[in-house]
């Protein structure tokens, strides 16, 4: 190795493993078993559970490769590469109903089978390196970090995704769109191709600048609205029990979908949103994974004085802030709340005032034409309604960066969950700083000491994050709890040695 004499040492390695699990299941879960229940006070047994005779234990199987190395006698380098998966992951799937139900709430029939598979794959980094090396000083400095994907490989059949068949305003049948089933986890949808921590979640708009109200983007597969020329916006085509296509006598698709009344949406800028969660459309928000992150610190000794400092960070990733959506969340009677609440609710004004006038005044002549009309009451609501949200459409009227008005009435909607209270989980942290002195051995000597050592230490000095009070270290899942930011510790001591 002569040639390379900037290489001191040098290693690959690489390594495999596999370890079972059978958590995913419960106590015999192969076994088809019966628990007792009661019907009209007679006793029965039903069956709790289908047979799973080629159920088997999850495996968790790992690999990695890594190059590491130490260059110019002052660099030590580590470069690893890593994939770990969780096989066969344990799913109830549906089952035929002739297999019998397996609740007692409904005929649905599940049975355990090993389908799913997840992944987790990503680089590790790691570096330290000799700036200065010398009998008075010596700077050393070092860093390391991780990048992750996380991935859902597979799932079972029933939980890929759906499909659906639109209804244009003209009554005919749109084209046909696949949305995302998966498996709900809170504010997650466990989706194949996704992050298992990939948030699935309703889109905050913001807050109309007319009343204060928060809006949401309307689900218009779930819901449609009639227009004031009787035609249908949204829906989707209704399927029969055996899941085919229906169709009405003149041959057009029967509409699957709800009705949206007037008053539970409000047309902005070509757009429609909704006032409350029930009627709003679900987005993929990001995820709660970081991307990257890692620590750095730094050592400097000058003589017997010694100090080091170390720093964490995280890039990528939100969080789900329920303590701070709780703060911003009023109710009917005093509590504690966030000053944002306060500072930045909006508040009616010279400009919303008017646009209220102008709504109200489009409603009115708008319903009262109508009825003059000969239109029904319903149809007339319809039209004004419709009027009025076109009279005060314009730019400007959605105002994301201001929050509802603080009302206890419609504070539940308002304030629901949402986007709206997703926040970065980007953070750098000021983990700990370490000083030390060591007295001179000529001084020691003197009472009979061989060594005496001054420490100063703090730990959790700062936290930048996104949010003051919020602690994004907490839990790699995105959520956060009534938790405090890491309590700062400052400790003095000395060492002496005999």
């Not at 110019?72 to 139900?101: C, H, M, Q, T, W």
């Not at 995105?478 to 400052?490: K, M, T």
């Amino acid at each position: 190795m002569k040639k390379y004499r900037w290489l001191n040492q040098g290693k690959l390695r690489a390594s495999w493993g596999q370890v079972g699990n059978d958590s995913g299941s419960g106590y015999y879960a192969y076994y088809g078993l019966y628990g007792s229940w009661t019907q009209n006070s007679k006793p029965a047994y039903v069956v709790s559970q289908n047979p799973a005779r080629d159920l088997h234990w999850e495996t968790g199987e790992s690999w990695g490769a890594a190059v590491e190395g130490r260059l110019f006698n002052r660099l030590n380098l580590s470069v690893e590469y890593f994939d770990k998966r969780n096989k066969d992951l344990i799913f109830s799937v549906y089952a035929p109903s002739s297999a019998g139900g397996t609740s007692t709430g409904s005929s649905t029939s599940t049975t355990d089978r090993n389908i799913g598979t997840i992944s987790n794959r990503g680089w590790e980094i790691s570096a330290d390196f000799d700036i200065v090396k010398s009998k008075d000083w010596t700077v050393s400095v070092s860093a390391n970090l991780t990048t992750t994907k996380n991935k859902i490989v597979k799932l079972p059949e029933q939980n890929k995704k759906k499909t659906v068949y639109p209804i244009d305003p003209s009554g005919k049948l749109g084209q046909r769109e696949d949305l995302p089933v998966g498996i709900t986890s809170g504010s997650y949808l466990i989706s194949e191709g996704k992050s298992r921590y990939d948030y699935y979640t309703y889109h905050w708009a913001g807050v109309d600048e007319m009343d204060g109200q928060s809006l949401y983007e309307a689900n218009l597969n779930d819901y449609y609205i009639v227009l004031p020329d009787g035609s249908q916006l949204g829906g989707k085509q209704k399927l029969n029990d055996e899941g085919e296509l229906m169709w009405d006598a003149n041959g057009n698709p029967v509409q699957g979908a709800t009705e949206l009344a007037p008053e539970n949406y409000r047309l902005i800028n070509g757009k429609y949103y909704v006032l409350k969660t029930t009627y709003a459309q679900k987005k993929w928000a990001g995820s709660a994974l970081p991307t990257t992150y890692g620590s750095f610190s730094a050592n400097i000794r000058w003589k017997n004085i010694n100090i080091s400092a170390m720093f964490t960070y995280s890039l990528g990733g939100k969080i789900y802030d329920s303590p701070y959506s709780s703060l911003m969340t009023p109710g009917q009677s005093a509590g504690n709340y966030h000053v944002d609440l306060y500072n930045n609710a909006w508040r009616i004004n010279d400009r919303s005032n008017a646009m209220i006038t102008t709504y109200k005044n489009a409603y009115d002549d708008a319903y009262n034409a109508a009825i003059a009309a000969g239109q029904t009451t319903s149809e007339a609501n319809y039209a004004g309604y419709y009027a009025a949200n076109k009279a005060v459409d314009g730019n400007g009227r959605i105002n994301p960066n201001t929050n509802p008005e603080i009302n206890n009435l419609t504070s539940t909607d308002n304030n629901a969950g949402s986007d709206r209270w997703l926040v970065s989980r980007n953070y750098l942290c000021f983990k700990n700083l370490n000083i030390s002195y060591t007295l001179p051995k000529r001084w020691t000597a003197k009472v009979n000491l061989s060594t005496v050592r001054f420490l100063f230490s703090a730990e959790n000095i700062h936290l930048w994050s996104a949010r003051k009070g919020m602690n994004p270290m907490m839990g790699i899942g995105g959520g956060q709890s009534n938790y405090l930011v890491p309590a700062r510790v400052f400790t003095f001591g000395i060492n002496a040695t005999i």
